[in-house]
């Protein structure tokens, strides 16, 4: 018998027991002389099971600490793409019933020898969380298993993610604090004549730290819907969490920092370039650019717009004469340019710029995503519904500041 049949059968047997119980103290009695005997063959039985489910679990062990082929970056890529977030839900929810096998037991155990650190929960492949509002059958009738149509369902609306695009770079797998050097004043080089010394010039360094910090959230989950809808609610609830999570870094990124938990965005970054577009005009474009120029700053250029700031580009020409606006075709500058909602606006009526090489700032990934499910929270539990939490590990650096350029003086409507 398997392990997790000889889990399910010791499950039935408390039951019978708490049942036998529940019916004497209901009335009003004690355990009949039938009743005695039953309980207590219950009781040996769980005896004996206890002692299977050990046996089992040393062997399981045992076969899991066997010699075998490490896992590489590749068959573990492979093995994130098998983990079901569903299966790792219904487990949490009821182990005896559902224990964690297969694709999400060896992923959790893997994140957790490479993390160092146990989950209060299990390990699933980095995704999201968010407060929302629950998700139930008749919310989500869509995905109820009777009459369900996966290539139908629309995706609810997301604020377009903006991290990949900018070529923001992410490190994964890290296990403690990351310190990066980075060049601050460098070697200067000149001209000497013959016989004549060479200037003594060294190289000054500094160093961009991460350390890991904290994001997560919460979503309350009908306990019909994880246990009864087809298999498509998992790319459901996995792109939503992932989506959510995405939502948050992004924000972050742009303007972390107002607390001291988040990490520190680009507009709160100390050491960035000052613009000026209070016109705007095509001059001032090219003066921002300038900045950038004048400081050699390398890579590939791009614009961030909040949506203010972007409308009255897209309606302002560069001259009297010329019909081309600030902003068309998605480039200013003949830069690539993009508006989002994670830009605020500096007050009601300035709007707010950044431009810069993005591939200058740096997302660490600490670990993986730690689900767990709180199926006794007073609310949810009166109407059988599970809260499930998910927290992750990760930290945002900017290696060098004077690589953006920000600009609030954007004249907006309020």
Do not use: C
Request: aromatic residues 6%.
């Amino acid at each position: 018998m398997r392990l997790h049949e000889l889990r399910a059968k010791r499950a039935q047997k408390i039951e019978r027991m708490q049942q036998m119980l529940q019916t004497a103290e209901a009335e009003n009695r004690d355990l009949s002389d039938g009743e005695k005997a039953g309980f207590d063959s219950q009781r040996d039985e769980i005896r004996s099971l206890d002692q299977q489910i050990e046996r089992a679990e040393t062997v399981a062990e045992l076969e899991r600490r066997a010699d075998a082929d490490p896992v590489t970056e590749q068959p573990f890529q492979q093995l994130e793409q098998r983990v079901s977030v569903l299966s790792a839900l219904r487990h949490l929810m009821d182990p005896n019933r559902y224990p964690l096998e297969g694709a999400e037991r060896e992923y959790s155990h893997e994140m957790a020898r490479r993390s160092g650190r146990a989950p209060e929960g299990v390990y699933v492949p980095f995704s999201a969380l968010e407060t929302r509002a629950p998700m139930l059958t008749t919310t989500a009738p869509e995905i109820v298993p009777t009459v369900h149509r996966a290539d139908l369902y629309i995706d609810a609306f997301r604020r377009a993610l903006i991290s990949q695009r900018l070529g923001v770079r992410i490190l994964t797998g890290l296990t403690g604090n990351l310190s990066i050097p980075k060049r601050g004043a460098g070697t200067t080089a000149g001209w000497v004549a013959e016989n004549q010394a060479l200037p003594e010039t060294g190289m000054d360094f500094d160093a961009m730290t991460m350390t890991p910090r904290h994001v997560g959230a919460w979503t309350e989950l009908s306990r019909q819907l994880i246990m009864q809808s087809s298999p498509d609610v998992e790319t459901l609830i996995r792109e939503d969490l992932a989506r959510a999570v995405a939502e948050k870094v992004d924000e972050a990124l742009i303007n972390g920092g107002a607390t001291a938990v988040e990490p520190t965005g680009i507009l709160r970054a100390s050491g960035t370039l000052s613009g000026s577009m209070a016109g705007p005009t095509w001059a001032q474009i090219l003066a921002v650019i300038g900045l950038l120029e004048d400081n050699n700053v390398p890579g590939a250029w791009q614009w961030l717009f909040s949506p203010k700031s972007a409308r009255v580009l897209r309606g302002t020409t560069k001259n009297a004469a010329n019909l081309e606006y600030l902003l068309q075709e998605g480039r200013t500058g003949e830069l690539p340019a993009m508006a989002t909602s994670f830009v605020p606006d500096a007050d009601a009526t300035h709007g707010t710029a950044i431009v810069g090489d993005f591939s200058q700032v740096m997302i660490g990934i600490w670990g993986a995503l730690d689900l767990s499910t709180n199926p006794w929270a007073e609310g949810p539990y009166k109407k059988g519904n599970v809260l499930v939490r998910a927290l992750s590990s990760l930290d945002i650096g900017i290696r060098d500041p004077r690589g953006f350029v920000v600009i609030d003086d954007i004249p907006v409507p309020a």
